[in-house]
């Protein structure tokens, strides 16, 4: 019978983690430096989007970092890793829709243009959350 693979970040699973950990950062980073260097906080609801992405991108990464399975009884703690881990992909999923919507069309009023380095590295870091995410999603539903 195999066993199902260890939550811990001393175990193999450690390194999806993390990357997918600092891939959120990334999507977090970039979208508050949109919200404050670029001054999306004046434009109205995708500025707040903007803000409550950041948001979410630190709070999952940190979840992947944490070492839930000690902070939390086990009956919580990998359930709550496997949560951020599927709240993660559906982040990085939700923000590179939103931004493809936005290149082609209104997005509540707001149309972006053209492919700036800020929005180059927020695709990067939302693919790579994305991939990291899913094969780490894949590897904690294995028997």
């Not at 999806?16 to 950990?21: P, S, T």
């Not at 990464?61 to 009884?73: D, S, V």
């Amino acid at each position: 019978m195999r066993q199902r693979p260890s939550l811990q970040p001393a175990g193999s699973l450690w390194p999806l983690r993390a990357l997918g950990a600092i891939a959120l950062f990334g999507i977090a980073a970039d979208h508050l430096y949109e919200y404050f260097a670029d001054h999306y906080v004046a434009i109205p609801t995708i500025g707040t989007l903007f803000l409550l992405n950041g948001a979410a991108g630190i709070a999952l990464g940190l979840a992947l970092l944490l070492p839930l399975h000690r902070l939390l009884p086990a009956r919580v703690g990998q359930p709550a890793v496997r949560v951020a881990v599927v709240a993660g992909i559906g982040l990085a999923g939700s923000t590179l829709a939103g931004l493809l919507i936005a290149e082609s069309t209104p997005l509540f009023g707001f149309m972006e243009y053209g492919y700036r380095l800020v929005v180059v590295l927020s695709i990067v870091a939302e693919v790579a959350a994305i991939v990291s995410l899913a094969v780490l999603c894949s590897v904690l539903k294995q028997p």
